[in-house]
């Protein structure tokens, strides 16, 4: 019998010693239609070479009449296998098996198996890797969302089945979405911003494909080739890369925990190459975790005032965040800021789902980009995301997820210092800044063999460097093996350093008795 929960097409598992069935045993009721479990008793009969390349399939009637099914039943089998390139049409003829069939799918690879993406030395192996790892049952501290598991997948599913009811009625699907982004998401996010202290009509508020679309879209319009951007440093490496890729020069500002440095930041304003934008997470900081000090967010805007500088403030964590922590744009309510925020990090990273909010004139200038780039963002997210807004669902979920990663964090700040690291910033949010004492690089080498993703602190410069810093995901290194595994290799990496340091140190005193500046010590000769 084909397995009743699901129907994988391209996907069937041959077994040489066992004997292909002679009639499909089709199940009513079955998770996998009729139609489907049809089509997978033909494919597997195809593939086997029990039926052979131009062979005739029985009619549409006679298979009908065959396996006690409508007409139409068989023609949905048999438009699924023309789908799987394994049958072709011929007018007036009926349905034949194709001269040439498609190569047989792999197998997937085992959940557990290691990743194929190398050790991250940049930001796009990191990338990868994520992406690598996302997939895999064991979770990594070098990812950068939230585990499966800590999401709301029926959450997701009511709102998307509520939003297609709706769309019955009123078809957005069937045409492009409104060119700022759905109205009555835009109308729910006005509404969220309004809690947070800033007031921006619906009309400031254009929808993206994500907060990383939000910030391209900003930073083409405000920055061009040449141009010096100031950043926070450390920061996040795919930005830092985004904004090198545009020809734009990045200006590090170190970042502390109370905020930017200010008076690094006032001599790049007063220099030559007169920063015109600081991009910035001022609310739980990527990577360190800190939130800006409202003594220095005030400081900051003054600044920006007195060298007419706009400030990008992503708010990507804001849902991890308490409602009144310091942000620039409720301080400066949208006058010298632009506001960018989405929902990868709490809701579901698959929807791309971002907005961003800013003063009139510049969201004309938004919208007008976004139709030259994108046309427009899905409808159908959108509206289900207005649902999870209006419905509080998204807020309730956000508070469970924020008491269990408070949990999380405590756990992972036990594990880490038991096992003998630090933290270069105090824990917040959904990041650590762990101090780990040898070259995190090295280190990241190391734990990838060993199946674990790891963030060198390296890549979180403008420029890469050598770290002995990394970032971890509170909610994916709670499990003690990692923790092991990272201090046996770090314990490793430091007897090689000590190791090779001997020599060393041999041959500089044999350099300094030689010169007949100390007597020789039989300790070292």
């Known amino acids: 019998m084909l397995p009743s929960s699901v129907w994988l097409p391209l996907t069937v598992q041959m077994n040489a010693t066992r ?22 008793f033909y494919a597997e009969r195809i593939r086997a070479g029990a039926l052979a390349a131009g062979a005739r399939l029985p009619s549409v009637r006679d298979a009908a009449r065959r396996h006690a099914l409508a007409p139409s039943t068989v023609v949905a089998a048999y438009d699924l296998l023309q789908a799987q390139g394994l049958v072709e049409a011929r007018q007036q003829r009926g349905f034949f098996v194709r001269l040439a069939l498609p190569a047989a799918p792999r197998s997937p690879r085992g959940r557990d198996a290691p990743p194929r993406s190398a050790p991250p030395h940049d930001v796009t192996t990191l990338m990868r890797g994520m992406f690598e790892h996302q997939r895999g049952k064991a979770p990594s501290p070098g990812t950068g969302t939230l585990p499966p598991d800590w999401l709301d997948l029926p959450l997701l599913h009511s709102a998307l089945r509520r939003a297609m009811s709706e769309d019955t009625l009123d078809p957005a699907s069937l045409r492009y979405g409104e060119p700022a982004g759905d109205a009555r998401l835009r109308a729910a996010l006005s509404l969220r911003l309004g809690q947070l202290g800033i007031a921006a009509a619906p009309q400031q508020i254009v929808t993206t494909a994500g907060a990383t679309h939000a910030l391209d879209l900003v930073s083409r319009l405000l920055l061009a080739p040449g141009d010096t951007v100031l950043v926070d440093e450390p920061g996040w490496a795919v930005e830092f ?53 409202l003594a220095a967010a005030h400081e900051l805007l003054k600044l920006a005032e007195a060298h007419e500088l706009t400030i990008v403030e992503d708010d990507t964590y804001a849902w991890l965040a308490p409602l009144q922590a310091p942000r620039l744009a409720a301080l400066d309510q949208l006058q010298r800021t632009v506001y960018v925020s989405g929902f990868s990090k709490i809701l579901t990273p698959s929807w791309r789902v971002g907005f961003l909010a800013a003063s009139p004139a510049l969201v004309e200038r938004v919208i007008d980009r976004k139709l030259l780039t994108a046309l427009a963002t899905p409808a159908l997210p959108e509206r289900a995301l207005a649902i999870t807004l209006e419905q509080g669902t ?36 959904l990041f650590g800044w762990v101090e780990t004492g040898v070259d995190v690089d090295r280190l990241a080498g190391h734990l990838h063999a060993q199946g674990w993703l790891l ?15 990394m970032r971890i995901n509170f909610a994916t290194s709670q499990d003690a093996k990692l923790w092991r595994a990272l201090r046996e290799a770090r314990d490793g990496l430091r007897g090689t350093a000590n190791r090779g340091a001997a020599p060393k140190a041999r041959a500089a005193y044999h350099r300094r008795t030689t010169n007949g500046n100390e007597a020789a010590s039989p300790e070292l000769t």
């Open 19 to 40: 004997p292909l069935p002679a009639e499909p045993a089709l199940e009513r009721g079955a998770l996998a239609t009729l139609a489907e479990q049809l089509a997978a």
């Open 241 to 293: 890369a985004r904004l090198t890729q545009m020809g734009v020069k990045l200006a590090p500002v170190p970042r502390g925990p109370a905020g930017p440095d200010l008076a690094v930041m006032r001599r790049l304003l007063q220099s030559n190459a007169k920063p015109r934008v600081y991009i910035t997470v001022s609310v739980l900081h990527n990577p360190t975790g800190a939130t800006l000090a």
């Open 394 to 429: 998204l807020r309730r979920h956000a508070e469970r997820v924020v008491t269990r990663l408070n949990a999380a964090r405590q756990r992972c700040v036990r594990l880490a210092e038991e096992a003998g690291f630090s933290f270069a910033a105090p824990p917040q949010g």
């Open 455 to 469: 963030a060198p602190g390296s890549l979180f410069h403008a420029v890469p460097r050598p770290s002995t810093l």
